[in-house]
Structure formats: structure tokens, C-alpha cells
């Protein structure tokens, strides 16, 4: 298992979002991504909470933010080496953001995350 501090993990998540194209980070809205030292279960590397973008509708104001929550302990558990920490979290955070625009875990699973 892998030692990294929080604020060095949170640097990991903000490189990971640096790296999603500007085409379609100008899109995202209403959404919080945070990094959670724990996670609620085993195994569970990232949740996304939300309404994605496709299911929005006119009824769809007021609300609280999605919430993507990239969990520290279970991508370093999982992890032998820094850079597959850094693999890890840029995998993560694309499949939780992906979840944030409507594209589900079947096709992510097909796409490598």
C-alpha cells in the first residue's frame, strides 16, 4: 500500500480534472468534487450522487449539487506504486464524471474505466 497525505492525494484528483477537455468541463453544472479519506464500503473507489446531465429537465432547479466523492484509503489499498495511484484517480475521477454526463458503468466497464 501506498503513503500519500491528503493534500498530496488531492493534488493527484486536481491534476486527474485538469486533464479532462475544456469542451466538456464548460458543461458540467451543478456538480462538487470532493475527496473522502474513507469509504463506505469495501472495494468502492469512487461514487458519483446525482442527477446526470440526461436526465435533467425543466423541473430540474433549486437542488442541492451532484456529489462526486473519490475515495483516498481505497485507491491507495489498492495500489503498489505511485503511479498507479495516479492511473487509479485519473481512471476514477473520468468514470465518476462520465456518470455526471449520463454514461453508465457498461460502457465505461468496455472502455477501460
Do not use: K
Amino acid at each position: 500500500m501506498i503513503e500519500l497525505s491528503r493534500a498530496e492525494f488531492e493534488d493527484l484528483v486536481s491534476e486527474a480534472l485538469d486533464t479532462i477537455p475544456p469542451e466538456l468541463t464548460e458543461h458540467m453544472r451543478n456538480v462538487v468534487i470532493v475527496v473522502e479519506d474513507v469509504a463506505p464500503q469495501r472495494g468502492l473507489l469512487g461514487l458519483y450522487q446525482g442527477v446526470p446531465l440526461t436526465e435533467r429537465g425543466d423541473w430540474y432547479a433549486g437542488v442541492l449539487p451532484d456529489h462526486i466523492s473519490i475515495y483516498r484509503d481505497e485507491i491507495l489499498r489498492i495500489c503498489e506504486t505511485a503511479d498507479q495511484v495516479v492511473e487509479e484517480v485519473r481512471i476514477t475521477v473520468v468514470h465518476e464524471i462520465a456518470h455526471h454526463f449520463g454514461i453508465d458503468d457498461a460502457w465505461l466497464h468496455r472502455h477501460g474505466y
